[in-house]
C-alpha cells in the first residue's frame, strides 16, 4: 500500500501523560500537514512541512505541541501533558507542491481519547 | 467565526436521484474549493475540486458549482448510489497558500437503495 499511514491508529491515555504520533507520507511527496478532528467538526490545521521545514503552525498549536520532520520523510506529533480536550482524531496528509491545484492525500488518522 | 459552513448536518436520497450539497464561505481571500468524501474509519478522501476563475467543474457523475457573487458552492451528484452514502466536507483555500485548507464540518449523506 503506498498511501499514507499513521501509527498508532488508536491512543487511549490518562491526563498529563506524553504521546507521540507518526505519520508515514506517500513517498515522492514533499509536503506533509497536520490536522485535527473533533466529533461533529470537519478537520482543522495545526502546522504544515515543506520537506523538513515547518513552514505554518496554527494558534491551535499550543506549547504543549511540537511537530517534527527530521528528514522530510516521516513526521511525528507529540502532545506534552496530555488534556481531556485534546481528545480527537489527528490527521495527517501528504501533497506534491507541485503549483495551486495540489492535492492532499490523507491518512486514516490517530484517535486519541484523553481519560 | 466559521470561514467555511455546511448548513446541513445531514441529507438523505433516494438511490437514482439527485444529491445536492451546499457549503457558503465567507472569506473573500478563498479562491479555490474542494470536496473530499470521508467513510468510517477512513481520512478524508479528494472528490473534485474548481477554482475562482470557473462556475463549474464536472466530474464523471460529480458536478461543483460556484457562485462567487453569493459566496456559495454546491456539490451535485447523479444518479446517487448507495456508494456515495459518507460523509462531504467542503474546503477553500486561498490559491496562493496551496496547502492551507479550511474545512466546513460536513454533511452527512445517505442514498438508501
Known amino acids: 500500500d503506498t498511501g499514507v499511514s499513521q501509527d498508532p491508529r488508536h491512543k487511549i491515555t490518562k491526563r498529563g501523560q506524553n504521546v507521540t504520533f507518526r505519520c508515514d507520507p506517500i513517498?515522492?511527496?514533499?509536503?506533509l500537514y497536520w490536522y485535527r478532528q473533533t466529533l461533529g467538526q470537519g478537520p482543522e490545521f495545526l502546522t504544515y512541512f515543506q520537506n523538513e521545514a515547518q513552514l505554518e503552525k496554527s494558534r491551535l498549536l499550543s506549547d504543549r505541541f511540537s511537530a517534527e520532520r527530521p528528514k522530510g520523510s516521516f513526521s511525528t506529533l507529540e502532545i506534552q501533558r496530555t488534556e481531556q480536550g485534546d481528545s480527537a482524531m489527528y490527521l495527517c496528509?501528504?501533497?506534491?507542491?507541485?503549483?495551486?491545484?495540489?492535492?492532499?492525500?490523507f491518512g486514516p488518522g490517530t484517535r486519541l481519547l484523553v481519560l | 467565526d466559521q470561514q467555511v459552513k455546511q448548513n446541513s448536518p445531514s441529507l438523505s436520497v433516494q438511490e437514482g436521484r439527485i444529491s445536492i450539497l451546499n457549503c457558503d464561505y465567507t472569506n473573500s481571500m478563498f479562491d479555490y474549493f474542494l470536496w473530499y468524501k470521508k467513510y468510517p474509519a477512513e481520512g478524508p478522501t479528494f472528490l473534485i475540486s474548481?477554482?475562482?476563475?470557473?462556475d463549474k467543474n464536472e466530474d464523471g457523475r460529480f458536478t461543483v458549482f460556484l457562485n462567487k457573487s453569493a459566496k456559495h458552492l454546491s456539490l451535485h451528484i447523479v444518479p446517487s448510489q448507495p456508494g456515495d452514502s459518507a460523509v462531504y466536507f467542503c474546503?477553500?483555500?486561498?490559491?496562493?497558500?496551496?496547502?492551507?485548507?479550511?474545512f466546513g464540518d460536513g454533511t452527512t449523506l445517505t442514498v438508501k437503495p
Open positions: 496528509a501528504s501533497s506534491l507542491a507541485d503549483g495551486p491545484q495540489e492535492t492532499q492525500y
Open positions: 513517498s515522492e511527496h514533499n509536503r
Open positions: 474546503a477553500a483555500r486561498p490559491y496562493t497558500n496551496a496547502g492551507k485548507s479550511t
Open positions: 474548481i477554482s475562482s476563475i470557473k
